[in-house]
């Protein structure tokens, strides 16, 4: 069942777009067909390796905070750790096995794995829940880094990251609801 | 690759891992049978290989489906997927590290076990060498199975009953090696085909679990 159709939009390199929308008007679908987790039912995405950051973290409570980042780290094939624990306000918390992690700091965990990818675009559903308002700001100051650098950034929020972005209305696209009313009629 | 086998393995060996998990389940098997059967020596080292092999194989079983639900729960199978790693390769590093912390201490146990179930002097090395060509066959079938039930809460039945029936051919052939090593016949004919099953299980299951993967991350 198609959940959006129509949907043509292109970020460049530098720029963030932020999606808008409410619930379940199919901003995460959106994000996991551009990540390639799920193919679209008609077009194509075109553009350069992604990383994804969902609604899970992908933390394995077992290991340390640098364990975490380590692995993440080796399977993008990427050396150095320590600066995204640095961003992310972690290096305290370097040793402490992720399980024992508040909420808040697992999030920030989630969000420092995106820096130790290496990939230039940033694909993030919601980055923001779960983190207090100075977490807020530390990771809009890691994304403009990023997008100083020559990221970019898709991002599906509701909260304001405190710097200018395109917004995308995600419900100018959505697939008409009343042709399948009357599909199942 | 190399990275992902590591890191399973340091997590199977951390609290709540699950390792030895398969090996305590095998010695408690072994343990109770000659309780069940009798103390008649000879009874008791007829029906060994198979009991070992039995034993093995259900062991194998008990961990299967942990093996992705674990990944697929936290969101790393699908960070997996956008890495620059085949899911094929994920799905070998998976099995190969699943085995190493089931398959392994449960070839290393059988000899030991073996004594327990007066399994005949001649029948050590062929039991040890049908567990250590069979076990890996057991993980990668596991590993298909895993992947196609990964997304259902408790997949756990429908894990055992669509797997079990892949396992009877290795469980067959990898019995029948250690049964005739037991009884002083050659066990070569079956083992080759027990490498056989090992060997194509290896070489086509990461492609059909990496697909059904796929479909289970959509």
Redesign the interface.
């Known amino acids: 069942m198609p959940v959006l159709s129509g949907v043509t939009f292109s970020v460049s390199a530098g720029e963030a777009v932020v999606l808008r929308g409410p619930n379940g008007s199919g901003k995460t679908t959106l994000l996991r067909t551009v990540?390639?987790?799920?193919?679209a039912l008609a077009g194509s995405v075109v553009g350069e390796?992604?990383?994804?950051a969902?609604?899970?973290?992908?933390?394995?409570g077992?290991?340390s905070v640098r364990?975490n980042l380590r692995?993440?780290a080796?399977?993008?094939?990427m050396r150095e750790v320590e600066g995204a624990m640095r961003a992310f306000d972690l290096w305290a918390l370097r040793d402490r096995a992720a399980g024992h992690l508040s909420a808040g700091q697992k999030r920030r965990l989630g969000l420092a794995?995106l820096a130790v990818?290496g990939r230039p675009l940033w694909l993030l559903d919601e980055p923001t829940v779960s983190l207090d308002a100075a977490s807020v700001a530390l990771f809009g100051d890691v994304l403009r880094g990023h997008l100083a650098g020559g990221g970019a950034a898709l991002i599906a929020t509701h909260v304001e990251l405190g710097f200018e972005a395109r917004v995308v209305d995600v419900a100018q696209f959505r697939a008409v609801a009343g042709a399948l009313d009357g599909a199942w009629a | 690759m190399i990275r992902l086998v590591l890191r399973d393995l340091s997590l199977a060996v951390r609290a709540g891992g699950g390792f030895g998990l398969g090996l305590a389940f095998f010695l408690i098997v072994v343990v109770l049978v000659p309780f069940a059967i009798g103390p008649e020596a000879a009874l008791l080292g007829a029906v060994a290989p198979g009991v070992l092999w039995l034993g093995a194989l259900l062991a194998c079983l008990l961990s299967l489906d942990r093996m992705f639900a674990l990944d697929f729960e936290d969101g790393t199978l699908d960070l997996l997927a956008c890495a620059p790693v085949p899911l094929e390769g994920v799905v070998a590093a998976k099995a190969f590290a699943h085995w190493i912390t089931t398959g392994l201490p449960l070839v290393a146990a059988a000899p030991v076990l073996g004594v327990l179930l007066n399994l005949p002097v001649a029948g050590y090395g062929w039991v040890v060498v049908s567990l250590a060509l069979g076990t890996p066959a057991l993980s990668m079938i596991g590993a298909f199975g895993a992947a196609l039930t990964v997304g259902l809460r408790r997949g756990g039945l429908l894990l055992s009953l669509l797997v079990l029936p892949l396992y009877v051919p290795t469980l067959i052939f990898g019995a029948e090696v250690a049964r005739r090593g037991a009884t002083g016949q050659g066990g070569e004919a079956p083992l080759l085909l027990l490498a056989g099953i090992s060997l194509g299980a290896m070489a086509l299951l990461p492609f059909a679990a990496a697909a059904a993967l796929r479909i289970n991350l959509r």
């Open positions: 990540a390639g987790l799920q193919p390796d992604v990383a994804y969902g609604h899970a973290d992908g933390i394995k077992a290991l364990e692995f993440w080796d399977v993008f094939g794995r990818t």
